[in-house]
């Protein structure tokens, strides 16, 4: 998956042209052997890694961000639909890191994005936070009589964190270089639920409606019921998966994606495609020590965490990217 956002020899348009005349030389918008030769050396002075390929770290000190290629004004256009709703300074690391890494994380937690950003705000945990929070329903709602009141966070996506800075997210992992090469998208998930006589609950006491339980074929880091993904946010999920890849060239069939696809082609398909496909999702020793790159999970990377799972409607966003 070529990122429109990352450059590198053989590419043309509008956007090398710019490439070039930032870099004083001839802009012919054609990344030809003389433009990748000039990219080499401006990435040696500026202590990048020299590749020849532009990517943010190397925008960045071109000061240019190319999204501005595409934006303007008018706040129907871009990304308009991420809402910031910034950590204040301290509470992240404030430092610019090249990307590697998506992860998909879910709170444990209540529904309303802002209402965890605060919180991230207020603990004595140090800088621990997500890029992205993405708002869910409270579990406690029958969706089937939503009101737009019950909808009013679901889907909606803040930004915490801007994608060039970082914050710990993941946790005793076996790479801290994961922390800090990786953006975090946080998902407003209760997580796993008990029954009890019939009814669910959620772990801090909450009763989850029925409509909004989702029942595993098989367990999942112990648990067989876990507060459904919405559509929306499943929705929000993938575009900002989408926007991701461009801006930081990430390959989105790596990861977890790449790990299902395998899955299906060893002939499991309708295993992996149903709920109860914990496999995939469980941890592995190579993913914790961070050996492999893309989108993955915070299950992945930790046996005591269960977010993601392996609801339905999340596997076949993530096999349809």
Same mark, same amino acid.
């Given at each position: 998956?070529?990122?429109? $956002? *990352?450059?590198?020899?053989?590419?043309?348009?509008?956007?090398?042209?710019?490439?070039?005349?930032?870099?004083?030389?001839?802009?012919?918008? #054609?990344?030809?052997?003389?433009?990748?030769?000039?990219?080499?050396?401006?990435?040696?002075?500026?202590?990048l890694?020299?590749?020849?390929?532009?990517?943010?770290?190397?925008?960045?000190?071109?000061?240019?961000?190319?999204?501005?290629?595409?934006?303007?004004?008018?706040?129907? @256009?871009?990304?308009? !639909?991420?809402?910031?709703y910034?950590?204040?300074?301290?509470? $992240?690391?404030?430092?610019? @890191?090249?990307?590697? !890494?998506?992860?998909?994380?879910? @709170?444990?937690?209540?529904?309303? =994005?802002k %209402?965890?950003?605060?919180?991230?705000?207020?603990?004595?945990?140090?800088? #621990?936070?997500?890029? $992205?929070?993405?708002?869910?329903?409270?579990?406690?709602?029958?969706?089937?009589?939503?009101?737009?009141?019950?909808?009013?966070?679901?889907?909606?996506?803040?930004?915490?964190?801007?994608?060039?800075?970082?914050?710990?997210?993941?946790?005793? *992992?076996?790479?801290?270089?994961?922390? %800090?090469?990786?953006?975090?998208?946080?998902l407003?998930?209760?997580?796993?639920?008990?029954?009890?006589?019939?009814?669910?609950?959620? !772990?801090?006491?909450?009763?989850?409606?029925?409509?909004?339980?989702?029942?595993?074929?098989?367990?999942? %880091?112990?648990?067989?019921?876990?507060?459904?993904?919405?559509?929306?946010?499943?929705?929000? @999920?993938?575009?900002?998966?989408?926007?991701?890849?461009?801006?930081?060239?990430?390959?989105?069939?790596?990861?977890? #994606? %790449?790990?299902?696809?395998?899955?299906?082609?060893?002939?499991?398909?309708?295993?992996?495609?149903? =709920?109860?496909?914990?496999?995939?999702?469980?941890?592995?020793?190579?993913?914790?020590?961070?050996k492999?790159?893309?989108?993955?999970?915070?299950?992945? #990377?930790?046996t005591?965490?269960?977010?993601?799972? =392996?609801?339905?409607?999340?596997?076949?966003?993530?096999?349809?990217?």
């Amino acid at each position: 998956m070529q990122s429109k $956002y *990352v450059l590198k020899i053989g590419q043309n348009g509008d956007l090398v042209r710019i490439l070039q005349e930032l870099l004083n030389i001839d802009a012919d918008g #054609v990344f030809g052997p003389n433009t990748r030769t000039s990219v080499v050396d401006f990435q040696k002075k500026n202590n990048l890694k020299s590749d020849g390929v532009v990517g943010p770290m190397t925008w960045l000190k071109l000061d240019y961000n190319p999204l501005e290629l595409e934006a303007d004004t008018d706040v129907t @256009t871009g990304a308009s !639909w991420i809402q910031q709703y910034p950590l204040p300074d301290g509470e $992240y690391v404030k430092e610019v @890191t090249p990307k590697e !890494w998506i992860f998909l994380h879910h @709170t444990a937690g209540r529904h309303n =994005p802002k %209402k965890v950003i605060d919180q991230w705000s207020r603990d004595q945990r140090g800088r #621990v936070g997500t890029h $992205y929070v993405i708002g869910g329903v409270s579990s406690t709602v029958n969706m089937d009589l939503a009101t737009e009141e019950d909808l009013k966070w679901d889907g909606k996506i803040l930004q915490a964190i801007k994608d060039e800075y970082w914050g710990y997210h993941l946790g005793s *992992v076996k790479s801290s270089k994961m922390h %800090k090469g990786s953006i975090s998208i946080e998902l407003c998930s209760a997580g796993y639920l008990e029954e009890k006589d019939g009814k669910f609950y959620t !772990w801090y006491g909450a009763e989850v409606h029925e409509s909004q339980v989702c029942r595993l074929d098989k367990e999942y %880091k112990n648990y067989k019921y876990y507060h459904k993904y919405s559509d929306e946010q499943i929705k929000s @999920t993938k575009a900002l998966l989408l926007l991701l890849s461009d801006k930081h060239g990430i390959n989105l069939k790596e990861g977890i #994606v %790449k790990m299902l696809l395998e899955s299906t082609r060893h002939g499991a398909s309708q295993y992996y495609l149903v =709920p109860g496909s914990p496999d995939v999702f469980n941890y592995k020793e190579d993913i914790s020590r961070g050996k492999i790159k893309g989108v993955l999970t915070h299950g992945q #990377v930790r046996t005591d965490k269960s977010d993601v799972f =392996p609801q339905r409607e999340l596997i076949q966003m993530l096999l349809s990217l």
